[in-house]
Each structure stands twice: as C-alpha cells, then as structure tokens.
C-alpha cells in the first residue's frame, strides 16, 4: 500500500529565509507525486507536480521540489519565503495514472514571522 | 470558469440525523472526489467517479456514506445515519482528465458537526 510521511508538524521560518519541507513516501514502483497547499479558508490548490522524468521539478510561486527515488523522497523548497506562505502543505502519491487514490501525508504548517 | 462549489459550507447535525452535502465540479471535468479531512486521519477517500460511473469509493465508509452523480455536474454525499465522529471537513474535487494530468481541483468543503 502507498503512503507519505511528512515529518514535521509544524515549520516557522523568518520571511526571506530559505525553506525546505519534508515528504518521504512508500510505493513499490514508479510514484507519482504532488504538493498541494491549503491556505486559510481556501480549498487545497496544486503546488507542484512529478511525473516520471526530470527529478526537480518547479511549481507556482517559486516553489520547487526534488524527487529521489533512492530516498523515495520529494522535499519542497523555495529560496526566499514570503509572509503570504503561511499555510499548509501537503504531500501526496499516487500510484499510478489508473487509479483515483491520492495518498496524503497529514501536512506540514509554515508559519512565517517577519 | 467557476471552481468547484459546495454547499452547504457549514453544517451542523444531531446524532441519528440524514445529511446531505452537495457538489458542483468544474464545467466539463469528467473526474469527481470526495474527502474526508480530520486532523487525526487527514485527507481520507470516500469516493471517486469517472464520467458518472464508480471507479473506486473507501472500503471503510460503505456503510453509512454514498456518493451518487445524478448528472455530470452535480454530485451528492449522503451520511446515513449520521455520528458523531463523522465530525469533519468534506472536501470535495475534480479533474479535466485524471489518468493524464493528475491535478485536482478543490472545492472549499463542508464543515460537519455532530452533535
């Protein structure tokens, strides 16, 4: 069965510094593999995505992420974060392009101070 | 073009109580998710349609939770009878083409409460 694990609950950060969040997932195969985020009030929006291919791919807003199948990780990182990215970020795999299972980590919240 | 839209955004149910919650995805999308989320189990599957047919719905919510498409841009989740730990944020989504894009589209959910 296919799962991700984000590590950490929560993430604060100072805007402008540099950010990297953690997803490790568990698929025997070639995952497919997204960051969705949450921000207050809203509905989950599509970050990022990775198909099998480029291992770094880019995203909205100057997010990015690196997947590594020897890690079976796919952290997301960004070089300078605003105060606007204060919201929640979550991890997910799919396993396959048949089925509609999108397997979510439970999130990380990034909390920005100025 | 509209998002997805759910309705109602809040509601709040005794225990025992038929609810219902309703989703419109986005215009000509063929692929409809529901969610559960809850801070404790996160983002769970309850159901998911291709082009109105059943492709694959929760094992462990066939009891008192159906999901129809009455028509392809209209969808219902009925919990029945409903408990109080059934308590959470129902996320509801759609997709252009799933098997090719693997994006989703997001409603903005409907918070339950049972009391």
């Known amino acids: 069965a296919q799962s991700v694990t984000q590590p950490d609950a929560r993430v604060t950060v100072s805007e402008g510094a540099s950010l990297q969040l953690r997803c490790k997932y568990s698929?025997?195969?070639?995952?497919?593999l997204f960051w969705y985020v949450q921000y207050p009030r809203q509905g989950l929006q599509l970050l990022l995505k990775y198909y099998p291919g480029d291992p770094v791919v880019q995203g909205v807003n100057g997010f990015e992420a690196e997947f590594s199948k020897s890690n079976s990780s796919f952290h997301l990182r960004k070089a300078s974060v605003h105060w606007s990215d204060w919201a929640v970020y979550f991890c997910a795999v799919r396993g396959g392009a048949n089925t509609g299972k999108l397997t979510f980590g439970h999130g990380t919240i990034l909390r920005v101070h100025p | 073009d509209a998002g997805v839209t759910q309705t109602p955004r809040h509601e709040v149910a005794e225990k025992g109580q038929t609810i219902i919650l309703k989703c419109e995805p986005v215009?000509?999308?063929?692929?409809l998710f529901w969610y559960r989320q809850t801070k404790i189990q996160g983002l769970e599957l309850l159901s998911y349609f291709r082009s109105k047919s059943l492709m694959e719905d929760g094992g462990a919510f066939k009891d008192r939770f159906k999901a129809e498409m009455l028509n392809s841009s209209f969808s219902t989740l009925k919990i029945q009878p409903t408990e109080p730990k059934d308590s959470a944020v129902y996320l509801c989504?759609?997709?252009?083409?799933?098997?090719?894009?693997?994006?989703?589209?997001f409603g903005e959910g409907s918070k339950l409460t049972v009391l």
């Open positions: 698929y025997f195969g070639t995952p497919y």
């Open positions: 215009s000509g999308h063929n692929d």
């Open positions: 989504a759609s997709s252009r083409d799933w098997g090719c894009t693997g994006q989703l589209y």
